[in-house]
């Protein structure tokens, strides 16, 4: 058959094939139309030795810092195998159960891949005779351990293995925290023994719900068991509090992806030297939360127990896979550790002028805490928790930890644009084809909640730390209308108002009732404290004192009138009593008292209305004012009574000063 192509031709039909048909022959041809573009054949003689050339070794993921001048680590000189070797010693020791011998054998990597070093680890301690306890199942497998994984890494694993995650249009996962979706504090519970017997709170008010050494141990077996029993565990190695003298080193080993992310992002993140030499842990959280606790253990009231033994350094999570409690479980840790060394735990937020001056935020749910340390003008050095030692004050997390509920980005920008990649999305609804969130719909929850990296936060200050603060405000939703919007505080009141922690919420209005109703959480955080709120309270005036702080009682509330009646203060105005507070400008302004609460209250202020500075000049009803007046005195007389009888100090001339700071009749 003729050539089909020419001189330039690469084929040609020359013989027949079967039923009759031409044979295509090619041949190459010495001058080329048509380069070869084929590459230079890849390194790998298997598929998986070529996805093994995707990945390269890199360090773990850290928070950033601008410190320089790390120090050596004395893990430099051991080899990286060994290195290895002793985190996962340190890993099997706190995974050990206390009644065999020897912790689980652990391996790094995820058992559906390639583990990374096959030689199984265990450590052997000698608590118990072993020849009582037959050797379980668990003791004869590989428990892998996920550790410190990357948020790219943990977002495939949650993907791959966890129903209920997804990834957002905005790039954030979204996931679900079970039944539980939000704290229990009713199953929340502390071991009382010699020590914590005489220095925690105990008793009517107190948030500490005591269990026995026994207990605990019955509890943290069962959820070392579980974790044991998985193929693979998360465990992450990161610290507390961005001072570096006082910071506290945190174990978290946990079964989902999902609080492996969450606890990446609310921790401060070690830089690859802090994680070698990491060591050993200063305290270890187990959270086994898809396993419930055994009923039938003594003190267990329901499926659910958080557990904290202060002695041993350690928290166990029972039945609720809410990853809340780690974080507020940590807290309270700090709230004990840190007052021991001197140091004052705080729940607030904390920001910083660009002339350095510190502004410490206190307020409960609803007062404006977080949209008021929010300014774009100024650092942000934490939106929740913080310390304050002699070196000045620090942020204790190195994330935020935001509520997503009609979550809008004109009002919340940072927020809004925070939620991306590597943020935690917890029960939040979605487009089930665009992935977008719609943040109004409260399906699973009102409680949908954001948890991201403090840097993803525009004017974040890195490292989160500052100077000693220089005002103190104290924020209260007064929906009764006759606190003023701006209050200078003395020394006492201050200590007063701050163990009191007021706001007001409103009632619901399905049967027509729109009263206001008090509420008091102590030190503006009761639900995490440890120690009696007047410690608290001492230490704050103390420092205040020392460095010459002012504090501030600031109503976000209501103005002419009670809830329905008045009017909410208007944030533009709140915004101008915090730019005073700021300035320095209000310690210069003419003061006047008021009657019951003993308020000094500034005759003018720039930018804000003469005439709501005194509340009794907006309400039209002269007697309606002080009725409600004196129904909120009399709601904080009643309030303060449990603390009525406890003595600060070697005398009980502090307890006097702070009781006659309060209203008076």
Partial sequence: ????????????????????????????????????????????????????????????????????????????????????????????????????????????????????????????????????????????????????????????????????????????????????????????????????????????????????????????????????????????????????????????????????????????????????????????????????????????????????????????????????????????????????RGILSLHSGCNMGKDGDVALFFGLSGTGKTTLSTDHNRYLIGDDEHCWSNNGVSNIEGGCYAKCIDLSKDEEPDIWNAIKFGTVLENVVFDEHTREVDYSEKSVTENTRAAYPIEYIPNAKIPCVGPHPKNVILLACDAFGVLPPVSKLSLAQTMYHFISGYTALVAGTEDGIKEPQATFSACFGAAFIMMHPTRYAAMLAEKMQKHGATGWLVNTGWSAGRYGTGNRIKLTHTRKIIDAIHSGTLLNANYTKTEVFGLEIPSKIEGVPAEILDPINTWSDKKSYKDSLLKLGGLFKKNFEVFVNHKIGKDNKLTEEILAAGPNF
């Avoid at 979204?174 to 009382?192: C, I, M, W, Y």
């Fill in 1 to 340: 058959m003729a050539n089909n192509g020419g001189e330039k031709g690469n084929f040609s039909f020359a013989q027949t094939g079967r039923q009759g048909l031409p044979k295509i022959q090619t041949r190459k041809e010495t001058t080329e139309v048509c380069h070869d573009d084929t590459a230079t054949p890849v390194k790998a003689k298997t598929m998986d030795e070529l996805h093994s050339l995707q990945k390269k070794r890199s360090s773990q993921p850290s928070t950033p810092h601008t410190a320089t001048g790390q120090q050596v680590s004395a893990f430099n000189a051991i080899s990286e195998e060994d290195r290895q070797k002793q985190q996962l010693q340190s890993i099997s020791a706190s995974l050990a159960s206390l009644t065999r011998e020897t912790g689980p054998k652990v391996v790094r990597g995820d058992p559906a891949g390639k583990a990374d070093g096959r030689k199984a680890v265990h450590v052997e301690h000698h608590l118990y005779d072993s020849s009582l306890f037959g050797l379980s199942d668990s003791a004869l497998k590989f428990t892998h351990i996920l550790y410190n994984l990357s948020p790219a890494e943990l977002y495939e694993q949650a993907i791959k293995y966890e129903k209920g995650s997804f990834i957002t249009e905005s790039g954030a996962l979204a996931t679900l925290s079970g039944a539980k979706t939000g704290r229990s504090p009713r199953d929340k519970r502390v071991v009382k023994d010699e020590e914590t017997e005489n220095e925690l709170w105990w008793g009517k008010g107190s948030p500490n719900i005591e269990m026995d050494e026994h207990t605990f141990l019955v509890n943290r077996e069962r959820a070392v068991d579980y974790l044991n029993s998985l193929d693979k565990v998360f465990v992450n190695d990161q610290f507390l509090n961005w001072d570096p003298e006082h910071r506290i080193k945190v174990r978290i080993v946990s079964a989902r992806a999902y609080h492996s992310l969450f606890m990446h992002n609310m921790c401060i993140r070690p830089t690859p030297e802090e994680l070698e030499d990491f060591g050993t842990p200063d305290f270890t959280i187990y959270n086994a939360g898809q396993f419930p606790c055994n009923r039938y253990t003594h003190y267990m009231t329901s499926s659910t127990s958080i557990d904290l033994n202060l002695a041993r350094r350690e928290m166990v999570i029972l039945g609720t896979q809410y990853a809340g409690e780690m974080k507020k479980g940590l807290f309270s840790v700090m709230h004990y550790f840190m007052p021991k």
